[in-house]
């Protein structure tokens, strides 16, 4: 996708270097940093240079290539295998990632290792490319079929930021929404502005304006009365983790869009690449939900008058604040999961119809 023209993915590897857009400095800045080392990696997954659930799995397999670079052991790319996973616990394509390059790297001839490891690095870079793009063509029939009975704009509300920097290219839910625009359907998109960080706002509208999609930031309780007025035809959201079962665990507050949508049959479809499916868990109480910093709540940053980048504190210094970043949406609530396979019903049945 595009930033000022110039075509981009979120990550590359290049001389031994993995090269990522920093997200923490969008959308005022656009830096590109390199990380050099397995803490490095770590430390941008940790604090959300990189984010996103598929992005992070990438991420992850890079650096496990940096792991190797840095020390050709098996005991040490054990352990930072370990440290990846517990980085964020949330996000199933994190474990994903890292469980299938160990699969492929553990117990391998250090002379071939290297080679191995960013082999595999690069094939899960590229099949979560085509992933999303089959995700985009799949739904892009949905929105179709709304334009095609309203024959006029569709409008599509988005939450947190399921977009192309989440991934490595074209997004989740955003894949769709590209697709109709490149086919020439009308799009506008609602983008819940997503506290605490701010990632439809500062990063889904940011990709939307690039690619020249019309899109309006909304306050994150807003949602509800532009579907009781009739101002949303359908809604797209990604998610981090998926059960077997259809349950859908995505940025916190996509419960409570999905509560508003049921109630003013509206569609509610989720978009997923099969990386993000956790066929394990039964039960969407065992999944971990990461409890961030309460400083994510409690302050904002922005720039101030002279174009400085700055944070600040607004809450009263002696207030408490929670900071959990997910929730679940039971699959009762979802009209149907968006994948790389196709759309089905969420639920058991309906996703072993596509992934058996």
């Not at 000022?4 to 959308?27: A, H, S």
């Not at 007025?229 to 419960?255: F, H, P, Q, S, W």
């Not at 904002?300 to 174009?307: M, N």
């Amino acid at each position: 996708m595009k930033i000022e023209g110039k075509e981009y993915r979120t990550i590359w590897f290049e001389k031994n270097v993995v090269k990522i857009i920093d997200q923490t400095k969008l959308p005022h800045k656009f830096i590109i940093k390199d990380l050099k080392t397995i803490k490095d990696v770590i430390n941008a997954i940790k604090i959300m240079e990189v984010r996103g659930a598929p992005l992070i799995g990438a991420t992850a397999a890079y650096g496990l290539v940096l792991a190797i670079i840095e020390n050709n052991d098996q005991s040490f790319l054990k352990k930072s295998a370990d440290n990846l996973i517990s980085s964020r616990p949330t996000a199933i394509n994190l474990k994903w990632s890292v469980d299938r390059m160990m699969n492929k790297l553990s117990g391998v001839n250090s002379d071939k290792i290297l080679e191995i490891a960013l082999s595999e690095a690069n094939k899960i870079c590229e099949e979560d490319i085509k992933f999303c793009e089959n995700i985009g063509i799949n739904g892009l029939k949905i929105i179709e079929e709304i334009y095609n009975k309203k024959k006029d704009t569709v409008n599509i509300l988005t939450h947190c930021n399921a977009g192309w920097l989440a991934t490595i290219n074209w997004g989740t839910a955003t894949s769709p929404i590209y697709h109709a625009h490149k086919k020439g359907i009308p799009v506008h998109v609602w983008a819940d502005e997503t506290r605490p960080r701010n990632q439809g706002a500062n990063l889904t509208s940011y990709e939307l304006n690039e690619e020249g999609i019309k899109n309006t930031i909304i306050a994150d309780n807003t949602g509800g009365i532009l579907m009781q007025r009739g101002e949303v035809d359908m809604c797209i959201v990604g998610t981090d983790r998926t059960l077997a079962n259809g349950d859908v665990c995505n940025k916190v507050g996509t419960y409570l869009k999905a509560l508003a949508a049921n109630d003013n049959n509206i569609p509610f479809y989720v978009a997923l690449p099969s990386s993000t499916i956790d066929w394990n868990i039964k039960d969407h109480k065992e999944i971990p939900i990461e409890e961030r910093n309460p400083e994510e709540l409690s302050h904002i940053e922005g720039l101030d008058e002279k174009g400085i980048l700055k944070k600040i504190q607004i809450y009263p210094q002696k207030s408490k604040a929670v900071n959990l970043a997910f929730d679940v949406t039971p699959a009762k609530y979802v009209t149907g999961l968006i994948t790389e396979k196709g759309v089905c019903e969420a639920s058991k049945e309906g996703l072993e119809k596509l992934f058996k």
